[in-house]
Structure formats: structure tokens, C-alpha cells
């Protein structure tokens, strides 16, 4: 009644919601205003945290020394219900939460107070696993969720909202969903339009597209050749439509293996981590065969991204250096790599990593942020279209050098734009406006360089190339023509070489970067590579992609698959973390992690080759894996 101690005398405020929230000054730790994490040491007022920049002001995997990560002040965190503070609660990941609020019993005093509120987080505890979000602690931080996760917890939140007549649109709402909780998601989105809500979905999960009551496939083919509906109606539809690239993947699916799988016995050389116990990991000893094609898999939470990520691909960052350290190193600009390894966080022992030269995330980050970045720069074959034009007669003439046929730097390119080919116009109170440049016409170059052509074409036309066209231009020209033949075989043969960077899809933007790496793996002359055998060290890449299938087409799927299988083949490793059954059906070797996600994860359910996987019950990855091939007609009985 008087919020004070009759002991000591120290007296509190009277309790006050804000007191319960870390994102008020009432309730907030004031050493770390609320995020939990250790802050620098000369952030004294919350007014100086830069929440755009929080990167430079917090100490990473350090977590608050007072309030040691529960984000609350001393008298918050002294609050109990049924013996639990605050923070205690919002550390429970949500299906713990769900079950401790199912199990809760109110005497009569409680009831009064709670009977609605208990009623209210019941049911929102239920549309976030209804979600397939049952593994996330409520306190996670934003910042570490996936874009699939994010887009998730908002559609909770509209199931809570018990809204009519609203169009929902979701752009790949199965992103980082296992299929064994598809159904969770796609019954949620049935209960929003048995509500009387329109629900426009883009989608390439097979799940999806089976339960959608209407479906419009666009094509027929992709950038400047895609752009109308191919076919629209039923799923029969679909998959009669003769142009529906989606069609022919219903009438005709994938047969797994496409080629036979790799032999993997003990002896077979291996990266192997032991005892591997971050964040929810179990302590697990997995292996990863070298130039093989390896797949983790598992429910989202399970711990994927832990193992491929924060243990053997940051630990492997520490023991090789960058990429860029890694070449330096190959060309004997700085010293050889160490032969013993630095301290290991994360695990007891990495061994194996001696045979490996250089780690590298192949993601679906832009390859540019600036339009003058594009394909061409990128892969690299640039410098000799460049050197071409430099041995013309007219650049001879002229005394010009391939520097003259560059749009990044040199007076060659146009003034006014820069080489970017387009202009940004400010708008006031509006977003800027980017519209093409008026002097060359988003030809990127001057007049006078122009007018330089190589088989009656000019520097701008070559860019103006699609892929296909110009792999059929350079046939002669084989420095040219292997690159633009690998985009042509990854499915990328509608882009056009100067396409600005910022307008590529990211799963555009992960090819590119893939035909990058092939295009550096022919073997030298007179160099015989055996099939699956790995490269020496100097040249050995271990190749870690998280989920490379978002926002792929069934059919690029296949294209990103025999991809994979060629970096292994020239004896590269490759490390994937997958929910594709295609892919998964496509790896040499299967790490299926598990069995729930979450505190209910982190363990080894089943390694091996897929046959193997399948073979445990235990296994969802497994149980999905085999109906999955004997739908098909595949190696799934």
C-alpha cells in the first residue's frame, strides 16, 4: 500500500506499465536503455544512441554487465508472476510461452484482473505458431530476423486483427519454412480469406501453388521477355499451358539424382567440427566432405545457419583471412596461411581446414549499389570488350587506350552523367527521381567515344547486348565468350550486359556471382582435374550459400543445381543451407539438424547421404525427403 520497504525505507514508484517496457525510459536498464547489450563507454544519455548506427555504439556477443541481457531496470526485473519476472517471460521462446499461459490458473482475485488479457496473449501466441513461429523467444531482436520471419510475424499480427474485406499481398511467404510446416502457414492464409479477405500471393513453393484457389503464371521467359500471362485458371490449367514454364515443371518434374552422387567413405578427406555448441547447438560433431556438394538441413530454428555461418564459416574467416587476403596469398603478396589454428570460439576443434583455401558467402546481396556497376564489371570480361575497342584503327588514331572505353573513370565516358547513364533529379518533399541522362542518352559514353566501332558496333551498343546475343557476338573471343556462355547457362541469357546492378533480383545478383566463380575454374593448360577430387589448397573454395532457392522459378532451380554440381566437380567444396527438396535431394551429403527448433533443436538427427536420411524415422527432412521422390516416381521407396 505505501510502495516502500518498512525495513530499509527505500520507497517505489507505483507499478505502471511503462515500467514493464525496455523501450521507455520508465523501464529501461540504465546502462543499456534497452537493448541488452554492453554500450560504449562514453554513451551516458540515450539521446546520444544513434538507432540507425547502433553497429558502432554496442559491444557484439557482450551482453549488459547490470542487467546481463533482460534489458530492464532493477525494480522490473523484481517483479514476479507465478515466480517469474519481466524478462524471464519474454525470454521463453513462444511454444513454451503458449503452453505456460494454456496451463495458467487464476484464483478469483486474478480472474477479475486477467480474465481478458489471458484470453488476448493466448490468442496471439497461437497465430505466431500458427506461423510456423513457434521456435522464437519473444525478446528476439528484430535486427536478427530473416525477411521470411519478419513477414511472418506481421501476417500474426493480422490474423489477430479480425479484419473483412482487406487484399493482403505476400511476396514469398514460405521463405525459410521447412515443408513440414507449410501447412501451418497456408491453413493460416485459408482462415484470412474464409474471413472474406482477397489474398494475392507470389509464390514459386509447389505447396502454395497446389492450394491456391485461382493462379495467373506470367512469362514467358524472364526481364524483357516475360511480362504477360502465359495462362491463368486452375492448376489444370497451368500445367496444359504449352508456354507456361511452370506448366511444363507440373507435367514434368525434376528425377533425382540428375547424376550419379559422389562416394563418400571414411577415408574420404573432410572439414570436421567438434563439439559444436553455439547458441542452441548440442555440442555436435559434424563433417563436411571436400568437393562434394553438402546440404544442411532441418525445421527453421533448428540451427543451420549457426553451424554453416557463425561457426565454420566465421572460423574459417579467422584461420584464412579474407577473400581478399586469400588471393593476395596465392599470389605471395603476404605470407602463407598459419599451419596450427588460432583459438576456435563456438567449437572444442576444427580440423581439416588446411585443405581449404579461401571461404566465401555467395549471397543475394547487389553486386553494385550504383548503376554503373553491372554484369559486365562484375564478372569481369569488361577489360577485354575494352581492349578490343582500344585496338581499332580509329582508337589507334586517336592514341586512345582501353582506359577510353571505360565509363567508371576516364574521358571517355559522358560528363554529365558520369557513366551512369542516368541523372537523379531532387524532388522537393519527394523521394529523388532517377531519369536518363539528356546528353547521351543513357549511352554511358561522349560522342567522340562512340564513335569508335568494333563489327559496326559501338561501346554502347555492346552494352545494349542481351547475353544470348552477345555470347553468339564473341564466339570468337573466348576470354568474352566463356563468361557470357555460363549466364546463358544459369538462365541468365535476357539480361543485358550494362544492366545497372540496382535493378537485379537477388537471385539474379547470386548467379552472377556464382558464373564469377565458374568462370575462374577452368582448369589450366595441361592441368587434368579428376572429377570430384579436391583442388589443392591454393585453389580450393569452400562455397556457403543460405537458402540460395528464394525467389527462384522451379525451373532456374535445376539451372542453380547443375551449377553446384560444377563448382564440386572442378573440386570445390560446397556447403548449403537448403529447405528445396530439390536440392536436398541433389547433395552428396545431408546434415539434417534438429528435431525441433528452437531449445528443441541444435541436435544431429541423421548425416549421411539422402538414402540415409531417409532411413531415419526420426528425421522430418527425411519423411518429407521420401514422399517427396515417390511422388515423383523417384528413389523415395
Not at 541468365?492 to 533480383?505: D, E, K, N
Request: include cysteine; hydrophobic fraction near 40%; glycine fraction near 10%.
Amino acid at each position: 500500500t505505501s510502495h516502500a520497504c518498512p525495513s530499509c525505507g527505500t520507497s517505489f514508484p507505483e507499478p505502471d506499465p511503462k515500467l514493464f517496457s525496455w523501450n521507455t525510459r520508465h523501464g529501461w536498464c540504465p546502462a543499456c536503455f534497452g537493448t541488452g547489450l554492453k554500450t560504449a563507454a562514453n554513451i551516458e544519455d540515450p539521446e546520444q544512441l544513434d538507432l540507425g548506427n547502433v553497429e558502432g555504439l554496442l559491444h557484439h556477443g557482450e551482453p549488459c554487465p547490470l542487467c546481463g541481457g533482460a534489458r530492464l531496470n532493477p525494480i522490473a526485473r523484481a517483479v514476479t508472476f507465478r515466480a517469474l519476472g519481466p524478462h524471464q517471460l519474454a525470454a521463453l521462446p513462444i511454444g513454451r510461452a503458449a503452453a505456460f499461459f494454456a496451463a495458467l490458473e487464476l484464483d478469483e482475485r486474478e480472474t477479475g484482473i486477467a480474465r481478458d488479457l489471458i484470453s488476448e496473449i493466448r490468442g496471439r501466441l497461437d497465430f505466431l505458431r500458427r506461423v510456423g513461429l513457434g521456435y522464437l523467444a519473444l525478446d528476439r531482436a528484430a535486427p536478427t530476423l530473416s525477411g521470411g520471419e519478419a513477414q511472418r510475424i506481421r501476417l500474426a499480427a493480422q490474423l489477430g486483427s479480425n479484419l473483412r474485406g482487406v487484399c493482403y499481398v505476400l511476396d514469398e511467404p514460405t521463405i525459410g519454412l521447412h515443408p513440414r510446416d507449410n501447412h501451418l502457414l497456408l491453413d493460416t492464409l485459408g482462415a484470412l480469406r474464409d474471413r472474406g479477405n482477397t489474398l494475392v500471393v507470389v509464390e514459386h513453393d509447389i505447396d502454395t501453388i497446389h492450394r491456391a484457389d485461382h493462379l495467373i503464371d506470367l512469362g514467358p521467359g524472364a526481364g524483357t521477355r516475360g511480362g504477360e500471362i502465359v495462362a491463368s485458371g486452375t492448376l489444370a490449367d497451368i500445367a496444359a499451358a504449352p508456354a507456361s514454364a511452370t506448366g511444363l515443371c507440373l507435367r514434368a518434374p525434376l528425377k533425382h539424382p540428375m547424376r550419379p552422387r559422389r562416394p563418400i567413405d571414411d577415408a574420404h578427406p573432410a572439414l570436421r567440427v567438434t563439439e559444436a555448441s553455439l547458441h542452441n547447438l548440442r555440442h555436435i560433431s559434424p563433417r563436411i566432405p571436400l568437393a562434394r556438394l553438402t546440404a544442411v538441413s532441418g525445421v527453421s530454428g533448428s540451427g543451420k545457419s549457426t553451424l554453416a555461418r557463425d561457426i565454420i564459416q566465421a572460423k574459417l574467416r579467422a584461420l584464412l583471412g579474407d577473400p581478399d587476403a586469400a588471393r593476395a596469398r596465392r599470389r605471395g603478396e603476404i605470407p602463407p596461411m598459419p599451419t596450427t589454428p588460432a583459438a576456435v570460439a563456438g567449437c572444442r576443434a576444427l580440423a581439416g581446414w588446411q585443405a581449404i583455401g579461401r571461404v566465401l558467402e555467395v549471397d543475394q546481396t547487389p553486386i553494385g549499389k550504383t548503376p554503373r556497376s553491372c554484369p559486365a564489371t562484375y564478372v569481369g570480361f569488361w577489360d577485354a570488350v575494352r581492349k578490343l575497342f582500344a585496338d581499332t584503327f580509329d582508337a589507334r588514331s586517336h592514341g586512345w587506350s582501353a582506359a577510353r572505353f571505360s565509363f567508371n573513370t576516364g574521358a571517355g565516358r559522358c560528363p554529365v552523367c558520369e557513366g551512369a547513364g542516368q541523372t537523379t533529379v531532387e524532388m522537393s518533399f519527394l523521394p529523388d527521381v532517377k531519369a536518363v541522362c539528356e546528353a547521351c542518352g543513357g549511352a554511358r559514353f561522349n560522342p567522340e567515344t562512340l564513335r569508335v566501332r568494333w563489327r559496326d558496333k559501338s561501346v554502347a551498343d555492346i552494352l545494349a547486348m542481351e547475353v544470348d546475343e552477345a555470347a553468339d557476338f564473341f564466339a570468337a573471343h573466348p576470354a568474352i565468350a566463356h563468361p557470357l556462355q555460363l549466364l546463358r547457362e544459369v538462365g541468365l541469357g535476357y539480361l543485358t550486359l550494362g544492366q545497372p546492378s540496382p535493378t537485379l533480383s537477388g537471385g539474379e545478383a547470386q548467379r552472377i556471382k556464382l558464373v564469377t566463380e565458374l568462370a575462374k575454374v577452368r582448369p589450366r593448360p595441361g592441368e587434368a582435374v579428376a572429377d570430384g577430387q579436391p583442388l589443392p589448397p591454393a585453389r580450393h573454395t569452400l562455397y556457403i550459400l543460405d537458402e540460395p532457392t528464394v525467389g527462384l522459378h522451379m525451373a532456374d532451380v535445376e539451372k542453380l543445381i547443375r551449377v553446384l554440381h560444377r563448382l564440386t566437380g572442378a573440386g570445390h567444396t560446397v556447403l548449403v543451407i537448403e529447405h528445396d527438396l530439390d536440392v536436398i535431394a541433389e547433395a552428396d551429403w545431408l546434415i539434417d539438424l534438429g528435431p525441433e527448433g528452437g531449445a528443441e533443436g541444435g541436435d544431429i538427427v541423421a548425416e549421411g547421404p539422402p538414402e540415409a536420411v531417409m532411413a531415419v524415422a526420426a528425421s522430418h527432412t527425411g519423411r518429407y525427403l521420401r514422399e517427396f521422390l515417390a511422388a515423383r516416381g523417384g528413389s523415395g521407396e
